[in-house]
């Protein structure tokens, strides 16, 4: 299996480790031969370096195990992968101008007011074309209905005025009464 170079840290995680570093030598720092000396006066002067030089080593010893455990934790607990997509979604949003600082609430809440403003204009408008076309529609088919009816009325008003006036088609009526077998 092939390795891949060393994994690119994010700035957030850089930024952990740094702060991290910084504390721990602000916390353990050492202290000057002098003040190592009055805080251990009575020892002889040969007794305090030696000391002074133990407690060097101890508190190199201690920032490099510290170092080291809080490396350990970090990717025991995945911190770094965290740290990374915490990144990633500031740089996302970032791109995305509702999360954008240059973004004004105000601005974003006229636009979307006006969009639906628009939306609700257009919906409107569509309805009432639709209810117009529906009206225009029932009118014609009144109109059909109302022609049928006027059509069969008619039918009956012709055959009405032909017995009346004792005009009857040659085979189909005898004296207004309806011959079947003359019908053809």
Same mark, same amino acid.
């Given at each position: &299996? ?6 690119? +840290? ?20 050492? @202290? /000057?031969? =002098? !003040? *190592? ?7 002889? %002067? /040969? ?18 195990? +510290?170092?080291?455990? *809080?490396? /350990?934790?970090?990717? =025991?607990?995945?911190? $770094? ?9 500031? =740089?996302?949003? /970032? ?10 609430? &105000?601005?974003?809440? @006229? ?7 628009? !939306? ?10 639709? =209810? ?32 009346? %006036?004792? +005009? ?8 207004? *009464? ?5 019908? $053809?």
């Amino acid at each position: &299996m092939e390795e891949s170079g060393p994994a690119v +840290i994010g700035s957030r995680q850089s930024d952990l480790n740094k702060s991290f570093k910084l504390a721990i030598r602000s916390l353990l720092t050492t @202290c /000057s031969k =002098e !003040e *190592f000396g009055k805080a251990f006066d009575r020892f002889s %002067s /040969s007794e305090q370096n030696s000391l002074h030089r133990l407690f060097i080593q101890v508190i190199t010893s201690l920032h490099e195990n +510290i170092e080291n455990e *809080f490396e /350990s934790l970090c990717l =025991e607990t995945q911190v $770094g992968a965290a740290l990374d997509t915490v990144e990633q979604f500031m =740089e996302e949003q /970032s791109l995305d101008p509702l999360f954008s600082e240059k973004t004004n609430v &105000m601005d974003v809440v @006229c636009d979307l007011t006006t969009a639906k403003k628009n !939306e609700i204009c257009y919906l409107t408008c569509m309805l009432e074309r639709v =209810e117009e076309q529906n009206r225009l529609r029932k009118a014609r088919l009144e109109l059909l209905k109302k022609g049928r009816q006027d059509f069969s009325g008619m039918t009956e008003v012709v055959e009405k005025l032909q017995l009346r %006036s004792g +005009i009857a088609y040659y085979g189909t009526y005898n004296n207004g *009464f309806h011959d079947p077998e003359l019908m $053809g």
